[in-house]
């Protein structure tokens, strides 16, 4: 089994807010992959499912972003899971909107949420940035993710969240370039190829280049030079 953490808070006055993109994430996969109905446990809401073949618990903590921890550990020791088998999916100030990367352990740049989940679960387990971008000074970072989306965002934020959830199969696999892939491919469409030219149509037109009369057995080059005499 794999866990997979949401992070963000709970009720409504937060449900649209940046800091909430790691609920949006995991509430798209559990509609898009038919998982079961949330239910309350482990200090939050959980619902259970299969993503590529592989089981999956899907976890909102609900004790608030700083507190996320406590849910995380609780659900993780309840099932034996180590670090690794954990994915986080989580707001990410240093990437651009709409920007998505995965990352394996390392440090929780000073997340709240990560930083909580360090202390129950230590630093190795996984992790899915979800860009927000930055409001530009360190003064601004709390009321900017505890803000709502605006209005021009959401076009991206519904292409990302398509994207993770069709790419979650590769994810579930460990094969975060297939998946990255599929959300890169929502964040920017191919272009429609250019129409081959129809066989049945003829040729354009060559220009017209004149014969030489009859008996002028003189070459090209010739007549050319003779033309300017």
């Keep these: ?3 997979w953490v949401g992070l963000g808070n709970p009720g409504a006055k937060y449900a649209n807010n940046r800091h ?9 996969i559990a509609e898009e992959h038919g998982f079961a109905a949330w239910r309350a446990k482990f200090q939050g809401q959980v ?5 590529g073949g592989e089981k999956v618990l899907l976890l909102k903590p609900m004790t608030f972003m700083n507190l996320s921890g406590q ?3 609780e659900a993780a ?6 670090a690794p088998d954990v994915t986080v999916f989580h707001d990410e100030l240093d990437l651009a909107p709409g920007k998505v990367r995965v990352k394996a352990g390392g440090g929780h740049a000073g997340h709240n949420g990560l930083r909580s989940i360090h202390q129950h679960i230590g630093p190795h387990y996984d992790r899915v940035r979800l860009g927000i971008g930055h409001p530009g000074h360190k003064d601004k970072v709390a ?3 505890l ?5 021009a965002d959401q076009d991206w934020l519904d292409d990302v969240m398509r994207g993770i959830a069709e790419g979650v199969p590769d994810l579930a696999k460990d094969d975060s370039g297939r998946f990255l892939n599929a959300v890169a491919r929502r964040m920017a469409p191919a272009r429609p190829a250019k129409a081959a030219p129809d066989a049945s149509q003829d040729p354009p037109a060559k220009p017209d280049t004149p014969e030489p009369p009859a008996g002028d057995d003189r070459s090209p080059l010739q007549r050319l030079v003779d033309r300017f005499r």
């Design 71 to 73: 849910s995380v550990g």
């Design 77 to 82: 020791r309840f099932y034996k899971l180590d």
């Design 143 to 145: 009321p900017y993710v």
């Design 1 to 3: 089994m794999q866990l």
């Design 20 to 28: 909430n993109i790691g609920f949006m994430a995991v509430d798209r």
């Design 47 to 51: 619902t259970e499912g299969r993503v």
């Design 147 to 151: 803000s709502d989306f605006s209005k």
